[in-house]
């Protein structure tokens, strides 16, 4: 009996801990969801970009079946499912962060019974998560206008979902280590901007990496963001198969140890550096 | 001739304002510069494999890219601070706009200003003056006057519809969305020669919505391609006509709209 208390006791921590973060994740998926007018023409606005990109590429491609061995149907395929991928996995509002610390909410954030990166990480994919409802519902027009192809293999169909993931952490714990920055420097909206968008370009999520010149690719090749989006995707469309998912799958994870473990150190340093703004 | 004289003395007072962070003045240039170089980036590299789009290779569309550019940063400028008319209309700011003696439009046009168009107008400028030595341009002295005249006319096309959608804020209260759409259109479709979209999106994209008129039009005649284009040449160099006439329609449709303002009651 007493054992068994003794281990009631040991497990309450870990659930009432995962209660906690799914708390947060679901305070920041009802902020999401407030403003409806710009959610819901975010995806108006989506349709418009895969029906651009669609139509550019049909104009760079000029009638030729393939290039470089890869057909124009692969390539609207994969720009119809980056841009759909985008809103699930964007370095847009990565991060609460910056504004919590500007608007001194940090101060809550940090009596709360949990640890400050994990609510902000669990923040973030309560964030993200809002755009799975719409992504559902859009996904059909999505298909009409731009293109669609299943999945390259049964390996590529179970491998995906598992890169999606992985691409969603990458991108978080990226955006959690730039919020971070915010504990040092509370100007940071520039710096976000030009972030934002090399992110964007090197994360594959326009040109996909095999089309990329030379030494671009290289420098996408070595930096994590082509984990956020070329990855899933190239997986999805067979691009890399075999072996190859494997090793794809691979450089997520090890992006997801290297971030997490330069996240908490990071956090260890930022932590003694709370200065509340008195909000 | 009071207006100018108040509107360059408050636009002044808000660069001031702004001139006193300089080092965020800075970062926010670069962020501008960032925001409108991807798109830039993306063309670049995708041209570098196929080598054109639509006939157009890089030297072109980079020609078309920085008069859109120019043009948008020309107008986002001194537009910039319509994009928080919701907010100064919602929370009451626009009532103290109605007591003092000055145009309210004017008032909103210089609560502050944002320094990161100052890159988009830098980033366009220098893609422009770049591009021009490469693109297939013949620059008589009339050319050139062309060229300014129709950077200016893109201006005011695309400020004519910030402006007017804007407008609609007095009866429909939220309108950033509409204003966040119109801009990701023109920075994205404007980009590239308009014939790759076929003649129906073609047709609305001049008659509808008139993206056309910013630099896809002006752009083909300067590069004498005028024979792609689906309508009259004279219409391509009357572009700049356009932007006036458009700008001339929203100012007064933002005038009648006004009349329909409520306060929230502060």
Known sequence: ?279 | MRGPRVYLLLAGAAFRAEFQYRGNLFINIIGGLFYQGVGLAFIWAVLDRFGQVGGWGLGEIAFLYGMRLTAHGLWVLPGHQLIHVDEVVIEGEYDRYLVRPVSPLVQLLTRRVRLSSLGDLAGGSALLVIASASAPVDWSPGAVCFLLLAVVGGALVEGSLQLAASALVFRMKRVSPIKFAIDMIFSDFGNYPLKIFGPVAGFALTFVFPLAFVAYLPATVLMDRGEELAVPEWLAWGAPGIGVVLMYAAYRFWERQSRYYESSGH
Request: glycine share 8%; charged share 10%; proline share 5%.
């Open chain 1, 1 to 279: 009996m007493s054992a068994l208390m003794a281990d009631a006791a040991a497990k309450q921590p870990v659930v009432t801990l995962l209660r906690a973060h799914l708390a947060c994740a679901r305070m920041e998926f009802r902020a999401a969801l407030t403003y409806r007018t710009a959610y819901l023409s975010s995806f108006a606005m989506m349709l418009l970009q895969i029906w651009l990109l669609t139509v550019v590429w049909k104009a760079l491609y000029d009638g030729r079946e393939e290039v470089d061995g890869l057909g124009l149907t692969t390539m609207t395929a994969y720009a119809t499912l980056t841009t759909l991928q985008y809103h699930l996995v964007s370095p847009w509002r990565s991060s609460p962060i910056d504004q919590r610390v500007r608007e001194g909410k940090v101060a809550v954030d940090l009596l709360r019974p949990v640890g400050f990166p994990g609510q902000m990480l669990a923040g973030q994919l309560g964030w993200a998560s809002a755009a799975v409802p719409v992504l559902l519902v859009a996904l059909p027009f999505a298909l009409l206008i731009g293109a669609g192809q299943a999945p390259a293999s049964t390996a590529a169909g179970f491998a995906y979902p598992v890169a999606l993931i992985g691409a969603l952490l990458v991108n978080q714990l990226l955006g959690l280590l730039l919020g971070m920055v915010s504990f040092w420097t509370l100007e940071v909206s520039g710096a976000l901007m030009a972030y934002r968008f090399v992110a964007q370009f090197f994360s594959g999520a326009l040109v996909p990496l095999w089309f990329m010149p030379g030494p671009i690719r290289a420098a996408a090749e070595w930096l994590p963001f082509q984990a956020t989006a070329y990855t899933p995707a190239a997986v999805y469309l067979g691009q890399v198969e075999g072996v190859g998912i494997a090793a794809a799958l691979g450089v997520q994870l090890a992006w997801i140890a290297a971030l997490g473990t330069l996240a908490s150190f990071v956090w260890s340093r930022a932590r003694r550096r709370v200065l509340s703004q008195g909000g």
